[in-house]
């Protein structure tokens, strides 16, 4: 089975994300997001996106759409700003922490993008970004440059294609590290239905008490799943703390 990501080009409609000398950020999100995809798609993996058009989601619906999808990975794709026009200037990209597949293929699509010719800024951590935080499946979020630097637009624009060519090159070179061979992932299920309606009232309960919950569509099975971890130990805990809530569970790998 190939590999899915599910692509995020970052803010869309009314969230112009950062905006400079009337450049927005959300159009260079999507321009960069579609040419990328089309790249992956050309190489066998299964691509899939939050937005292809100038629309607006909340972070967390962007989320819950790549868990929702099942996706094995998710890029998102935004462009940096910093307080002081023309101060700063590279790429760097940002994980939930610096641990696992993310933070290397974090790294895999920072040094691509440096041999482009950008400054790389490096790899950090920030757990408290939703897009980081609600994903099930390793995540990375990618900032292209910054928006209000000359020069990073200038490298922008004159090497668009070497761009995209190199933020799926960062991302291929991770999967082809991995092989076939996946790290053991396992999600806590809560619940199997073949009503969806079933399944959703479920879905609705488990997430008004802020359980990272989805349901995933297995033939005319409907398995209401919650997160999705590398390790058993904090999927034990998860277990237990829906246990707690009443719940029977059982964890999947
Ligand atoms: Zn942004």
């Not at 080009?9 to 950020?25: I, L, M, S």
């Amino acid at each position: 089975m190939p590999y899915s990501v599910m692509l995020d080009a970052g803010h869309g409609g009314t969230d112009p994300g950062a905006v400079y000398n009337g450049r927005q950020e959300k159009d260079d999100t999507l321009r960069l997001t579609l040419a990328i995809g089309e790249i992956l798609q050309n190489n066998g993996i299964d691509v899939e996106y939050t937005r292809t058009t100038d629309v607006y989601e909340s972070p967390y619906e962007k989320a819950m759409e790549a868990n929702n999808a099942g996706a094995d990975f998710f890029v998102s794709i935004h462009r940096n700003s910093f307080p002081t026009d023309n101060q700063v200037m590279g790429v760097e990209s940002l994980v939930y922490d610096l641990s696992g597949i993310k933070y290397e293929m974090a790294q895999n699509i920072d040094e691509q993008l440096e041999s482009v010719g950008f400054v790389d800024l490096g790899v950090k951590a920030r757990p408290n970004l939703v897009v980081l935080k609600r994903t099930n499946m390793p995540s990375v979020l990618v900032e292209a440059g910054f928006i209000n630097s000359d020069t990073d637009n200038q490298l922008f624009d004159d090497n668009f294609q070497d761009i995209a060519e190199a933020i799926a090159r960062g991302i291929l070179d991770t999967l082809s590290n991995i092989g076939d061979v996946r790290e053991p992932f396992y999600r806590v299920q809560v619940g199997l239905y073949r009503n969806n309606m079933n399944a959703n009232r479920l879905l609705e309960e488990l997430l008004a008490q802020d359980f990272p919950a989805f349901v995933d569509n297995v033939g005319e099975y409907n398995r209401v799943l919650v997160g999705g971890y590398d390790d058993l130990n904090t999927a034990v805990a998860m277990e237990q703390r829906l246990r707690r809530a009443g719940y029977d569970t059982l964890i999947v790998s």
